[in-house]
């Protein structure tokens, strides 16, 4: 684990990269998060989703795109700069809903067919990612779907790997992995709630 593994990154961090730059990833321009998208919603081995959870929207790129497989879809963060925009994006999608949420001290009461966790698990430390993977388990049907995608580049910054938020999925036994994907910069892996 890096160097701050024992505390997560706190909503004030995300505060302060939005309002030092509204874009802080080049979600809007970068090659690389497009291909990543792609794939992400390519990952997808359900045509439909009738309740999707995603923890993480940012500007709501990816959730514009999550929109087109899912009846109903939950976008939250922890920053409403970042919502604000995502809020626009996808001001034509009925299906989208928002709120500012911070997991894991809080978690939304419903249940959901899909959770997508994009570029959301190293912020945590180990134990808040514990509190959050039992969150998801609670809250996820069976026969549901989890997405993870993670940046597996090693950042001193970031309480973990991408890799080690994975594996961490990886052991818990009430998740059957369906498949996965790696490629130099990210890794993608699928399972479904037995």
Request: aromatic share 10%.
């Amino acid at each position: 684990m890096n160097s701050s593994s024992n505390q997560s990154l706190t909503p004030g961090f995300f505060k302060a990269l939005y309002q030092a730059n509204p874009d802080p990833w080049n979600f809007k321009t970068s090659a690389y998060e497009a291909q990543k998208y792609a794939a992400t919603i390519a990952a997808l081995v359900k045509p439909r989703y009738r309740s999707a959870f995603e923890i993480g929207g940012s500007i709501g790129i990816l959730t514009e795109q999550l929109a087109d497989r899912c009846e109903a879809i939950l976008s939250i963060d922890v920053s409403d700069i970042a919502q604000s925009q995502a809020i626009q994006r996808c001001q034509h999608l009925p299906q989208v809903r928002f709120q500012l949420m911070c997991v894991p001290e809080a978690f939304p009461s419903e249940q959901f067919d899909l959770v997508v966790l994009s570029e959301v698990g190293y912020y945590w430390c180990p134990q808040d990612l514990s509190k959050a993977q039992q969150q998801i388990l609670d809250h996820l049907e069976p026969k549901g779907h989890l997405l993870l995608v993670h940046w597996i580049v090693d950042a001193e910054v970031l309480p973990l790997t991408g890799d080690q938020v994975h594996e961490s999925f990886l052991s818990l036994p009430d998740l059957r992995h369906l498949g996965g994907d790696r490629t130099e910069q990210y890794r993608l892996d699928l399972f479904e709630r037995v």
